[in-house]
């Protein structure tokens, strides 16, 4: 059975640093790409950042941009995703998902998901 295991959450200052991890498990990061997504309290869950299985290419929301990197260790079937910068509406639970999606609209396709990891960024 696929599974994914995020961790690496936690509490943090407005613009410190996070880094999170998904372990997947009964696949290889080569076969589905991977995204990171979160749901604050109240709102609808939103696409982050997602790496694609074939070539690494990253893609992100754009309220992310400059301040996330997402990045893969093919080696410790893990993806990681690098939270800098961060401000309290970054705060939500964390989940990252598999699937094979379409790129151009990487925010769509995923049929499996994690646990999630929260994340809170208050002063």
């Known amino acids: 059975q696929v599974q994914l295991v995020e961790s690496g959450g936690g509490l943090v200052q407005p613009g410190g640093s996070l880094r999170l991890s998904c372990v997947v498990s009964r696949f290889t990061l080569d076969y589905y790409a991977i995204g990171w997504f979160r749901q604050a309290p109240g709102k609808e869950r939103e696409g982050v950042s997602c790496?694609?299985?074939?070539?690494?290419?990253?893609y992100y929301d754009d309220s992310v941009k400059g301040r996330f990197t997402i990045s893969r260790d093919k080696a410790k079937n893990t993806v990681y995703l690098q939270m800098n910068s961060l401000k309290p509406e970054d705060t939500a639970v964390y989940y990252c998902?598999?699937?094979?999606?379409?790129?151009?609209?990487?925010?769509?396709?995923?049929?499996?998901w994690g646990q999630g990891t929260q994340v809170t960024v208050s002063s």
């Open positions: 790496i694609s299985s074939s070539d690494g290419s990253t």
């Open positions: 998902a598999a699937g094979i999606i379409a790129t151009m609209n990487w925010k769509l396709g995923y049929d499996y």
